[in-house]
């Protein structure tokens, strides 16, 4: 088991890697694919919200909103609900280069997965989902 979880952290690496490599030309960093891509998809998401939804510390999410909303990506707006919580969303410039952006997520894949069969494919996602599925569960119970 160990060796799985340490190409797991590799392939992770690597993506990180490419990731910001590909970025960089939108003026984005490696992390960043992950929050406008949850914030796009859950307009209006709280950040405790997103620190859930993306397993990273509420510190990190605060750091990440701050540049992303500096350079244009998000805006922050008060709740209805709740004036001292804000919520993320898109801005105009996000959502023109959110295929650009999914593009790059989808060519690392297809780069990392093309020498297998589709049948590997769908066992391989199948059995990643179980794993995360129980990792979501540990970080959830904790």
């Given at each position: 088991m160990p060796d799985l979880m340490h190409h797991i952290t590799d392939i992770a690496r690597c993506a990180a890697l490419y990731r910001q490599e590909e970025l960089a030309a939108l003026n984005l960093k490696s992390c960043h694919a992950s929050y406008?891509?949850?914030?796009?998809?859950?307009?209006?998401?709280?950040?405790?919200?997103?620190?859930?939804?993306?397993f990273i510390n509420k510190s990190n999410v605060a750091?990440?909103?701050?540049?992303?909303?500096?350079?244009?990506?998000i805006i922050r707006k008060p709740s209805e609900a709740?004036?001292?919580?804000?919520?993320?969303?898109p801005t105009e410039k996000t959502l023109e280069l959110m295929p650009q952006i999914s593009q790059v997520l989808k060519s690392w894949e297809t780069r990392i997965a093309d020498s297998l069969t589709e049948e590997?494919?769908?066992?391989?996602?199948?059995?990643?989902?179980k794993m995360k599925d129980r990792a979501t569960e540990y970080m959830e119970d904790h």
């Open positions: 406008l891509d949850t914030i796009c998809s859950c307009p209006g998401i709280t950040q405790d919200q997103l620190a859930r939804r993306i750091r990440q909103v701050v540049i992303l909303e500096e350079d244009g990506f709740d004036k001292r919580v804000m919520e993320l969303y590997e494919r769908q066992s391989l996602s199948d059995l990643l989902a």
